[in-house]
């Protein structure tokens, strides 16, 4: 079953406004990594975070790791046209012998214009 | 550098018959793997491979099979084409089982009517 939740599916935001997504995990984490994927194209990584509350930043999107590994966010400040996709989120979730890199179902980005 | 390379793009079949999906990459990767991508499901894990010779099941394996003969090419087959298999799929390779950023390739949008 789905080991990484991903909330929420969609936002509908104005131009200018901020934008934020979530991702939860029942079981602890070996790392989150967030991808982007245009409409019509692939998904394309964007950032890795492995470290307990680590706090990284790409321009205008800030990602947190929680203190627990257990969960994930991606924000956007000040959102533009060219933020339109799907973001999606991948935690390493632990398995037989190894972490398996799980996808969460993505968030939906619009930005009206 | 091509990259994960797929191909077809585009492939539309009749319910029952066979085809297999290619990719290959260039990068020298060990791990490949094989996701389906459905509206509002995220992107689900078939098939993977640790290396050339090893393959495992993903999260929805049933309908789909690979090999790994070589580093760089992962085939998906399918073997008698459903409805239910109508999907975008995409390939990706990592250097890594986790921890590793993952490269997708474009995607083959199927269609089986």
């Known amino acids: 079953g789905q080991q990484v939740m991903q909330i929420p599916q969609y936002q509908h935001v104005q131009e200018g406004e901020d934008f934020t997504t979530y991702c939860n995990s029942s079981t602890t984490l070996s790392n989150i990594q967030w991808y982007k994927q245009r409409p019509g194209g692939h998904p394309v990584f964007l950032i890795q975070?492995?470290?307990?509350?680590e706090v990284k930043k790409q321009k205008r999107l800030t990602f947190q790791f929680g203190e627990a590994k257990k969960n994930s966010s991606l924000h956007i400040t000040a959102t533009q046209t060219t933020d339109v996709g799907t973001y999606f989120c991948a935690g390493g979730v632990p398995g037989a012998g190894s972490y398996q890199l799980t996808f969460g179902k993505g968030t939906k980005l619009s930005v009206i214009p | 550098n091509a990259g994960v390379t797929q191909t077809p793009k585009f492939q539309v079949l009749k319910t029952g018959q066979s085809m297999t999906l290619q990719c290959a990459q260039d990068m020298n990767h060990e791990y490949m793997s094989w996701y389906r991508q459905d509206p509002g499901m995220g992107l689900r894990l078939i098939h993977y491979s640790v290396g050339a010779g090893i393959t495992d099941q993903g999260e929805v394996p049933n309908g789909y099979n690979v090999s790994r003969s070589t580093t760089e090419d992962f085939p998906l087959r399918l073997l008698s084409a459903a409805p239910s298999q109508t999907s975008v799929y995409f390939c990706?390779?990592?250097?890594?089982?986790?921890?590793?950023?993952?490269?997708f390739g474009q995607g083959t949008r199927l269609t089986v009517v």
């Open positions: 975070l492995v470290k307990s509350g």
């Open positions: 990706a390779s990592s250097y890594s089982r986790d921890l590793t950023e993952a490269f």
